[in-house]
C-alpha cells in the first residue's frame, strides 16, 4: 500500500470542505472571482464566472457575506450603489485550504 493519496480522493475531500462549510460549487467560483479581482461589483462577477444575471448569484452573496469570507466595502447600501466586494482573511485562507496550498 502507498502512502500516496490518489487525485479523486483529493478532489472528493475538497468538496466534503464544501459541505462542511455550507459552501456551494457556485460560491466558490463567486470567491475565486472576488479573490482574484478585489473591489469588483456583482456585475462583473456575474460577468466573469460566465453567469447570465446577477439575480442567480444573490443568494451566493449573501451566503457568503453571512459565512465571513466576502465583504462589501461600500459607504453605503442601496441598490442605486454598486457592491465592491473584497475577500475577507477568512475567505482568503479557506480559498487556500480548499486548493491545498
Known amino acids: 500500500m502507498t502512502d500516496q493519496i490518489s487525485p ?7 468538496l466534503h470542505k ?3 462549510a455550507e459552501v456551494t460549487v457556485r460560491d466558490v467560483l ?3 472571482a472576488i479573490i482574484t479581482h478585489p473591489g469588483v461589483n456583482g456585475n462583473d462577477v456575474t460577468k ?3 453567469m447570465q444575471d446577477r439575480s442567480s448569484l444573490q443568494n451566493g452573496f449573501q451566503r457568503l ?7 462589501d466595502r461600500r ?3 442601496s441598490k442605486a450603489v454598486p457592491t465592491i ?6 475567505g482568503k485562507e479557506f480559498w487556500a485550504d480548499l486548493i491545498g496550498t
Not at 9 to 14: H, Q
Open 18 to 20: 464544501l459541505n462542511k
Open 8 to 14: 479523486n480522493v483529493t478532489f472528493l475531500m475538497r
Open 85 to 90: 466586494f473584497y475577500a475577507t482573511q477568512a
Open 65 to 71: 457575506e453571512r459565512l465571513g469570507l466576502i465583504e
Open 48 to 50: 466573469l464566472i460566465g
Open 30 to 32: 463567486i470567491l475565486y
Open 75 to 77: 459607504e453605503r447600501a
